[in-house]
């Protein structure tokens, strides 16, 4: 594939990216609070998110051996290293600690999540096995050093509140419980923020196409999400802090 297929493939993938964002606009997902009858077959939750998540690691590397390897820099090393723990500890550590009880999930939101990580993994290995050149001096760029700083900030605050989350159910809860105290005092979604920032650093650090089409695909996803849980915390609990905003501080 040439670099202008390439870039037509990613720009209809950002397109179908936009329409999702309008339809998730309109649909909560089915899953985690907003979990429904009437989306079909069901599977375990912690299975799901296994499957849905470690997709990514497969395609990528995939792609990445299929094509005989990575453009040879640290930077993509380096890339490839964020991203890898990052889908490591959300496939593999984070369904562990869920204290969800038996809750499940539809398959056919398990088969989309894993359509969206098998071709974002697939253009992410296919342009660091390809197109990614990299200057020497890449690694002391404003690009760079400002976008390591927001990659880790976002993960830190994106681990910090889903484990905080996780823990006000103690051992054998099923309900759900009002988030204090840090982002929480501003946020109903600061796990979801993180999120965003995190990839929002990794498109900046490595300046290139399927990172910025990465980040923009979690925000499609994410900031629907977190409005719906806003207005779900919002129905659910009469002394929901007022002030509190969905996934932006101050902002939305
Ligand atoms: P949620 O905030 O809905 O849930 C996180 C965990 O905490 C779940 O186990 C949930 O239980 C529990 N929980 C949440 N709120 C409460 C509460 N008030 N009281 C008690 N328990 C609570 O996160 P998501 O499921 O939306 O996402 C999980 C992670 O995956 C996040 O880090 C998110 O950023 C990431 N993600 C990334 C996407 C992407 O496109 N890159 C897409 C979707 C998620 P329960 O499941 O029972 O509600």
Not at 98 to 108: A, E, I
Not at 230 to 246: G, I, L, V
């Amino acid at each position: 594939m040439t670099w202008v297929h390439y870039q037509l493939l990613t720009w209809c993938w950002i397109a179908l990216g936009f329409l999702t964002f309008l339809y998730l606009l309109r649909v909560d997902a089915p899953f985690g609070r907003h979990t429904r009858t009437g989306w079909g077959p069901m599977i375990d939750n912690r299975a799901g998110w296994v499957l849905m998540e470690f997709t990514v690691l497969v395609v990528l590397y995939l792609t990445i051996g299929l094509s005989g390897g990575l453009t040879n820099s640290a930077v993509v090393l380096l890339i490839l290293v964020l991203f890898t723990a990052h889908y490591i500890h959300r496939s593999l550590i984070f369904p562990h600690f869920l204290r969800t009880g038996g809750k499940q999930m539809p398959v056919v939101i398990v088969l989309s999540a894993m359509g969206f990580n098998t071709m974002n993994g697939f253009l992410i290995g296919y342009y660091f096995s390809h197109f990614a050149v990299y200057p020497e001096f890449w690694m002391a760029d404003w690009r760079f050093l400002l976008g390591i700083s927001v990659f880790l900030t976002g993960a830190w605050i994106n681990v910090k509140a889903d484990y905080y989350l996780i823990r006000l159910r103690k051992p054998g809860e099923t309900g759900y419980k009002i988030p204090r105290g840090g982002w929480f005092n501003y946020l109903s979604c600061p796990n979801h923020f993180g999120e965003i920032l995190e990839w929002s650093g990794l498109a900046l650090l490595s300046w290139s196409l399927p990172f910025a089409t990465f980040t923009f695909w979690t925000a499609a996803n994410l900031v629907p999400r977190a409005l719906a849980h806003h207005a779900w915390y919002r129905s659910r609990f009469p002394d929901y802090p007022a002030a509190r905003k969905a996934v932006f501080p101050f902002l939305l």
